[in-house]
C-alpha cells in the first residue's frame, strides 16, 4: 500500500514539503493543505456525513459531505474528485472553489489538533446515489441546505471546520446552486500545480 502524504505549509500558503498523513496529526500539528467539500443535488439539497467512529481525529462527529488531503502535486479538484468516489462513491458533475482562503485550527477532545489551510469547495452530482466507505463514513443522508445551517448549532453539533464554514457559505446567498465561484488565483500557492513541494519534512525544518 502507498503511504498517504500530506503538503506542509508555511504561514503564507508556501509549501515547506511533505510528510506521512500517519504522523501529522497530534497535538502540535503543523499546518498543512486540506479541502472540505459539500455536495450538492439538482435540487441543492447537501449531503451530509458523520465521520467513522474509527477515525484518527475527531471520530464519529457530523460534518460536511468530504473532507481530505491533496497528494504533493496533485490538484485540489483532482483530490475533491479523488476521495468522493473513495469514501462515498460519487461522482460529481462539476467542482467549484467557493472559500479559497479558509484556514481554521481546531482541538478534539482527546486534544489532537487540525491545522490546515483549507479551501472550501461545491461538488453537483446528477443522481442522489451514493455508498458509504464505512472506514470512513459511518452514515450520510440528504437535507435541504436551510435545514442543514439551522442544524449546526442542534444537540449534535457540526464539527468544528464545518461550523465556521457554514457561517461564510451562507453569506454566498440563499441558494448554493447560486453560490459564485472564487478564482484559483486566491488558493495558497501550495494548492497551485506547481506549488507543493515533494521533499521530506523533519520538525528541525519547521
Known amino acids: 500500500m ?22 501529522v496529526h497530534h497535538r502540535d500539528t503543523p499546518l498543512h493543505l486540506a479541502f472540505s ?48 468516489a473513495f469514501e462515498l462513491d460519487v461522482v460529481a458533475r462539476q467542482v467549484d472553489l467557493l472559500l479559497p482562503e479558509f484556514r481554521y485550527r481546531a482541538t478534539a477532545g482527546d486534544g489532537t489538533v487540525e ?4 479551501p472550501v469547495y461545491r461538488a453537483i ?15 450520510a443522508w440528504w437535507v435541504e441546505w436551510t435545514r ?3 442544524d449546526s448549532v ?8 464545518a461550523a ?14 447560486d453560490w459564485p465561484t472564487a478564482p484559483d488565483t486566491r488558493l495558497p500557492s501550495a494548492a497551485t500545480p506547481d506549488g507543493p513541494a515533494t521533499a521530506a519534512w523533519s520538525p528541525s525544518a519547521g
Open 148 to 150: 442543514f445551517c439551522a
Open 37 to 84: 467539500c459539500y455536495v450538492f443535488d439538482r435540487a441543492g439539497r447537501v449531503l451530509v456525513t458523520r465521520r467513522a467512529r474509527t477515525k484518527q481525529t475527531f471520530a464519529g462527529v457530523r460534518t460536511n459531505s468530504c473532507c481530505g488531503h491533496p497528494a504533493p502535486g496533485e490538484t485540489l479538484p483532482a483530490a475533491v474528485r479523488r476521495r468522493l
Open 164 to 177: 465556521e464554514q457554514v457561517g461564510q457559505l451562507t453569506v454566498l446567498g440563499p441558494d448554493p446552486l
Open 115 to 118: 491545522n490546515e489551510l483549507c
Open 2 to 23: 502507498t503511504e498517504e502524504l500530506v503538503v506542509l505549509c508555511a504561514e503564507d500558503g508556501t509549501a515547506l514539503g511533505s510528510a506521512a498523513k500517519e504522523t
Open 125 to 139: 452530482v446528477d443522481s442522489a446515489r451514493f455508498r458509504p466507505n464505512p472506514a470512513e463514513v459511518d452514515d
Open 154 to 161: 442542534a444537540d449534535d453539533p457540526l464539527s468544528a471546520w
